[in-house]
């Protein structure tokens, strides 16, 4: 018998923290996970990426693990949307198309195969592998101590950040050659997150579903990420579908971004709390770089964030996730690594992209973080007395982050600029 689980946040998706139970001998395998990166020769990460598609099955849409070296426990064979849809714009990035054509085939069959939705929406993972007939695996595990099959409960919710990312992916697909099947994936996608337009403050989105069918809970915060998600992504869907309707989406999700910053502190808020007013004070960094490269004009409107950043949560020649500055944030350096690239600091870029290569793991992938846990400044929704942490696993995100400062691609733009 497995021992009793125990609550840990395991990543922070979107504003979001993923309420994962896992089990003591998991959390073990963890503390014991070691310090120092693989010294093994590594292809670049776009050759990772793409060789884990090639490990997969040969044909049919796919979804790839999220944590690919976990073997047991909730994070086991758990595709997260957000990891997928970064990594299908990184492979289109890279030039393997047909390798995120197979990424792009399974968002769209999930689109139409829930299990209980109908409406257009995607949750926030799957079951990874290939999907097969009938409605699309969600990711869950048996736990012996309840005798029964568990799902987490962010897991099957409905994140709108995490829409906009599955949008972005779909439209970086969307080509002659493709018909209009991802575009009007996208489409769908955003008819869906409309519904979630809010009045209150200065507008914007809020965050999207939390929980199980039939009534998850729904999440009145708005998140300053994935206001500027929705901006690129539905910013980009009126360029491909000519329809002015997603341009207003788009100013609306912009406008609020613009209001979440603070000139005091040179920095943008993290977001608003439930009354979609109050501004959420931590200082998050994908929060800072994000609006640079995804709205138009911001980098140089807004220029001064970069330097908030550099302050405030440089890190062992990296960037952490907050001010606390325990450890380097992987995934945030390589964004912060793609935003230089972006604006011709070629040098400042190859030096955080050496931070990065340097959290090989084994498997050949990138470490999320140097640390075994980092802090983000946010705790549990479920616990308040519990931090959101990031631990040291492979991870599919931060691959993929390493793979776009790589190639210099910008997942707002799906070009090599920024907008």
């Known amino acids: ?147 029964k099959w568990l799902e987490d409960r962010y897991q099957v919710g409905s994140d709108n950040g995490n829409m906009a990312w599955a949008m972005l992916a779909l439209l970086s697909l969307d080509d002659v050659n493709a018909g209009s099947r991802f575009r009007d994936g996208a489409a769908r996608l955003g008819a869906w997150v409309a519904q979630w337009a809010d009045t209150r403050g200065t507008g914007g989105f809020t965050g999207g579903t939390f929980g199980h069918e039939p009534t998850p809970e729904v999440r009145a915060w708005k998140s300053t ?44 808020a993290a977001g608003t709390a439930e009354d979609g007013v109050t501004h959420n004070p931590i200082l998050a960094l994908d929060a800072q770089v994000w609006p640079l490269i995804a709205l138009h004009g911001a980098v140089e409107k807004f220029a001064s964030a970069i330097t908030t950043a550099e302050q405030r949560m440089s890190v062992d020649e990296g960037f952490s996730y907050g001010e606390d500055r325990d450890g380097v944030w992987t995934e945030g350096t390589g964004q912060m690594a793609l935003l230089m690239k972006l604006l011709g600091r070629t040098g400042r870029a190859n030096s955080l992209i050496a931070v990065i290569e340097s959290q090989r793991s084994p498997d050949g992938g990138f470490y999320a973080t140097t640390v075994r846990e980092l802090p983000t400044g946010f705790v549990l929704d479920t616990d308040p007395t519990k931090p959101r942490l990031y631990f040291r696993l492979s991870h599919l995100g931060a691959a993929s982050w390493a793979a776009l400062a790589e190639r210099g691609f910008n997942p707002f733009t799906v070009t090599k600029g920024l907008p």
């Open 225 to 268: 990420e994935h206001n500027t998600d929705l901006a690129a992504a539905f910013g980009l869907l009126a360029i491909r579908t000519g329809d002015s309707r997603w341009r207003d989406k788009a100013t609306a999700a912009e406008y609020f971004v613009n209001t979440m910053w603070n000139p005091a502190c040179a920095c943008f």
């Open 1 to 147: 018998m497995l021992p009793e689980p125990i609550a840990y946040c395991f990543y922070r998706y979107r504003g979001l923290c993923l309420h994962t139970w896992i089990v003591t001998t998991f959390t073990i395998i963890v503390a014991a996970a070691p310090l120092q990166a693989s010294a093994a020769p590594n292809a670049s990460a776009c050759g990772y990426l793409a060789g884990l598609i090639d490990k997969a099955p040969p044909s049919g849409p796919l979804f790839l693990p999220s944590y690919p070296t976990v073997e047991s426990g909730p994070l086991h064979g758990a595709a997260y949307l957000y990891d997928n849809a970064v990594a299908a714009i990184a492979l289109v990035g890279c030039g393997e198309q047909d390798k995120a054509y197979r990424i792009g085939s399974a968002l769209l069959w999930a689109i139409d195969n829930d299990r209980t939705w109908h409406d257009g929406r995607l949750r926030n993972a799957y079951a990874a592998g290939v999907v097969a007939n009938g409605p699309v695996k969600l990711p869950g595990w048996w736990d012996n101590a309840q005798n």
